[in-house]
């Protein structure tokens, strides 16, 4: 079946640098991206969202970008922080209500912050 | 706002012994809840969606007799793993919903679940 994936499974950055993570996405009728960050032994904790009729979507220090013809979607963290080392999960919700609400979750990417 | 707690956090138990993990929603009113587990450096799996006041809808290959799920309020959903094997032992996390569609799912803090 169609599932949300991932490019990289670890990201090392230097602490202060900006970090780009990917997912790529193959239901090309989901229309709403959630990205979570997942620190070891806790629950997913929201970061950001972005709806399929958006192409850019900015937060504190983070920045979704959604782009919807190669069906690929990245988190930037700006200024990164050792705080900021977890596992970081895209996920995908068809949308439209009913049965259509689950979310399915990407592979994870295991950001590390190195000071 | 918008805080789910689960309990117990982690457990032990014996093969063949069921354990009963409680989600609760602690601030709001969750029409939806839903019950995922992740196994070490795996991703979140969805076990099954439960609204409150109906029976739960489970994903393909979930058997719904060994992972029986109440949703008796609109703030709590249980979920009882029966006749635990050393294989259920893994990650247990459940999420709440205001309401279907797109809305946000807040995430509990897990419960990890050990079976010997």
């Known amino acids: 079946g169609e599932n949300v994936g991932l490019h990289l499974p670890t990201l090392s950055v230097q602490e202060g640098d900006n970090s780009i993570i990917n997912c790529a996405y193959s239901?090309?009728?989901?229309?709403?991206f959630i990205w979570y960050k997942q620190e070891s032994g806790k629950g997913p904790q929201f970061i950001i969202d972005?709806?399929?009729?958006?192409d850019k979507r900015q937060g504190q220090r983070v920045t979704v970008l959604l782009n919807k013809t190669v069906k690929h979607l990245s988190l930037q963290i700006a200024a990164t922080q050792p705080g900021d080392s977890a596992v970081y999960f895209c996920?995908?919700?068809?949308?439209?209500?009913?049965?259509?609400?689950?979310?399915?979750f990407g592979k994870g990417t295991l950001l590390t912050v190195n000071p | 706002g918008a805080v789910v707690s689960q309990h117990p956090s982690w457990v032990i138990c014996k093969s063949g012994t069921s354990v009963k993990i409680e989600c609760r929603s602690l601030?709001?009113?969750?029409?939806?809840m839903f019950w995922y587990r992740q196994f070490p450096k795996q991703s979140l799996m969805l076990m099954a969606t439960?609204?409150?006041?109906?029976?739960?809808?489970?994903e393909q290959g979930v058997e719904k007799d060994k992972f029986l799920i109440n949703h008796a309020s609109l703030t709590l959903s249980t979920l009882t793993v029966t006749s635990a094997h050393p294989e259920d032992s893994s990650f247990y996390i459940c999420?709440?919903?205001?309401?279907?569609?797109?809305?946000?799912?807040?995430f509990g803090p897990g419960t990890r679940l050990t079976v010997l």
């Open positions: 239901n090309s009728a989901s229309d709403y």
């Open positions: 996920a995908e919700n068809l949308g439209s209500g009913g049965s259509n609400y689950k979310l399915t």
């Open positions: 972005i709806r399929s009729n958006m």
């Open positions: 999420s709440a919903s205001k309401g279907g569609g797109t809305d946000t799912q807040y």
């Open positions: 601030d709001f009113q969750a029409t939806t």
């Open positions: 439960s609204n409150e006041g109906s029976k739960a809808t489970y």
